[in-house]
């Protein structure tokens, strides 16, 4: 902006403040003329090609506001509160057209005797690119919409703040968002107070009777056995959504049933009192907002912060946008972190709860053949995986009988909850049935299964002899089966984070190929797989031969059967 195409600047009125953004008052200069009301407006001369295009913006007190405070004697400056102010009322509602605006924007920045352009690529050359790139993205973008104001507004942050902020203003405002930390910790540790006193803590202790009378009067109560050896639950599901649960006499957990529940038609009632500002529509962002920032390192749709001195988990009932408002599910409160535990709110999933089958005896003892039954139902529905590296279920009662095996372990894994279960048979103890976390099966290796031909009767040998068998591998992304004469190749597949496999046979034309090529030709096979294995077209999907709760082995032995069956 020339000095030599200097517009005529008119003075401030009666009643009006000055204030110039630029180091050298006057001329060109751009300027906020503050009214008495606090609020101003902003004047701005563009000069170009041998003219002055003068533009007026209303500000508000928070921007007036920032140019007092903040070192405001830069170009970049200038160049962020006029984008902002060009693209955005007060209001947050678009000011013009985001066209025009980034046709202005241009005007400012772009051209070679552009000042501001020159001075910003000499200080911070990311800004130029990101103003830009910001600019275009809101004129394909929803205005209306937070998070596309808030992308925008950050991306302008990011380009100036180390030229607008100084290291006294920085350490000001680090200090401020450490007071609002503590602030929002100390309030959060107060309202979940009475309840964590509670944790860990028999029925008739008296911090117990206050957290019962906080959550309200008259609960429902359901008692039941759980595992073997049995422990006693005994929950306490209030009307107000919340509910006590107990094992074996003492407070394991207490929720906060955030959606409708049989007891509480609209869900956990006092939401709002106990996480001040929080509604149950609230996002994950609302949820981090008002109890701070989760522990990191953590996978899964779940999040766990630590309060006071117990932890307090959120439960969603989907992945989301952070900004996704409505899947706000359950929070449950424990005294210890569940990440590599279960939860104690997992004890009524719907797909594990209530395998285990006790006798009708007074002993209450395992009924071994319904619990065996009642796992391979949960296994035909879906609902459980059977861990193919432990005793499979139909092989329980043989081995057990056969005394070759100290403990006779079957694991199944729960596809709703997560849950781990292990069932063992003991050679010289009763049974055991447990529900565990995924941590506690790897801290548990299986017991060497003797072979087949040592406790099989002459059918379920001949059952080994036909089942197929690895014969090849590369050890991390495909593995070769042999059924009779047929080969097939489980491809493990992945993109990003997200991991999978396609387990397909191989056609003769593949078959002789890799008897030609061997194990290259089975990379470059999974290779391809690879590459379209997320795409709509992929050609690989209807080939799948795969299938929930299955092991490959089993799910190539469906295969085979599904074959022979089919009409001639």
């Avoid at 008739?204 to 009777?209: F, G």
């Amino acid at each position: 902006m020339s000095r030599k195409r200097s517009p005529r600047v008119q003075p401030p009125g009666r009643g009006v403040r000055r204030l110039w953004l630029l180091p050298g008052p006057g001329e060109d200069e751009p300027f906020i003329d503050i009214r008495e009301d606090g609020l101003g407006t902003l004047n701005v001369w563009v000069a170009r090609d041998g003219r002055h295009d003068h533009f007026c913006f209303e500000t508000t007190a928070r921007h007036i506001a920032a140019a007092e405070r903040s070192a405001l004697r830069r170009w970049a400056v200038f160049a962020v509160l006029f984008g902002e102010l060009a693209v955005f009322h007060p209001d947050a509602a678009p000011a013009r057209p985001p066209g025009e605006c980034r046709r202005v924007i241009d005007t400012i920045l772009g051209g070679t005797d552009s000042e501001v352009e020159r001075y910003l690529t000499m200080t911070n050359k990311r800004f130029l690119g990101g103003l830009r790139d910001s600019v275009a993205l809101l004129c394909e973008a929803d205005l209306t919409r937070s998070r596309d104001r808030e992308a925008f507004e950050k991306r302008l942050w990011f380009g100036v703040e180390s030229l607008i902020i100084n290291d006294a203003e920085r350490a000001r405002r680090a200090q401020e968002a450490e007071r609002r930390a503590a602030a929002r910790a100390a309030a959060v540790r107060q309202a979940f107070e009475p309840y964590n006193d509670a944790l860990l803590m028999p029925e008739r202790d008296d911090v117990v009777q206050r957290a019962i009378g906080l959550l309200g009067s008259n609960p429902a109560i359901s008692e039941f056995e759980v595992g073997a050896p049995a422990h006693h639950d005994r929950y306490l599901t209030f009307g107000s959504g919340g509910e006590i649960m107990l094992r074996d006499g003492e407070v394991t957990a207490i929720l906060f049933h955030v959606q409708p529940t049989e007891a509480a038609p609209r869900g956990f009632a006092g939401l709002s009192t106990l996480i001040p500002g929080l509604s149950r529509d609230a996002s994950r962002s609302q949820v981090e907002e008002a109890l701070g920032a989760p522990i990191v390192g953590r996978t899964g749709p779940n999040a766990t912060y630590p309060v006071g001195g117990g932890f307090v988990k959120v439960f969603y009932d989907t992945w989301a946008e952070k900004d996704a408002p409505g899947h706000l599910k359950l929070i449950q409160m424990t005294a210890e972190d569940t990440y590599a535990k279960t939860d104690p709110a997992d004890e009524r999933c719907p797909g594990c709860a209530g395998m285990l089958i006790r006798t009708a005896s007074a002993s209450g003892g395992v009924d071994v053949d319904a619990t065996i039954t009642a796992l391979r139902d949960g296994i035909a529905a879906g609902h459980l995986r059977q861990a193919h590296n432990r005793v499979a279920l139909n092989d329980m009662l043989r081995l057990h009988g056969s005394g070759l095996m100290e403990h006779v372990e079957a694991q199944l894994g729960c596809t709703i909850c997560h849950r781990h279960i292990f069932f063992a048979l003991h050679r010289e103890a009763d049974p055991t049935f447990e529900y565990v976390s995924l941590n506690d099966t790897c801290r548990r290796p299986p017991e060497q299964v003797p072979p087949v031909e040592q406790w099989g009767d002459a059918a379920r040998i001949a059952r080994k002899a036909q089942c197929p068998e690895r014969i090849a591998t590369d050890g991390n992304t495909w593995v070769l089966f042999a059924a009779g004469k047929h080969l097939f190749m489980n491809a493990r597949c992945w993109y990003s984070a997200v991991e999978g496999s396609r387990l397909i046979r191989l056609k003769a034309a593949e078959v002789r190929q890799y008897e030609r090529e061997g194990e290259a030709y089975l990379s470059r096979l999974q290779e391809a797989i690879n590459r379209t294995w997320t795409s709509d077209d992929d050609p690989w999907r209807t080939c799948d031969l795969s299938r929930s709760g299955m092991s490959d082995e089993e799910a190539i032995e469906a295969s085979l059967a599904a074959e022979q069956e089919e009409p001639a």
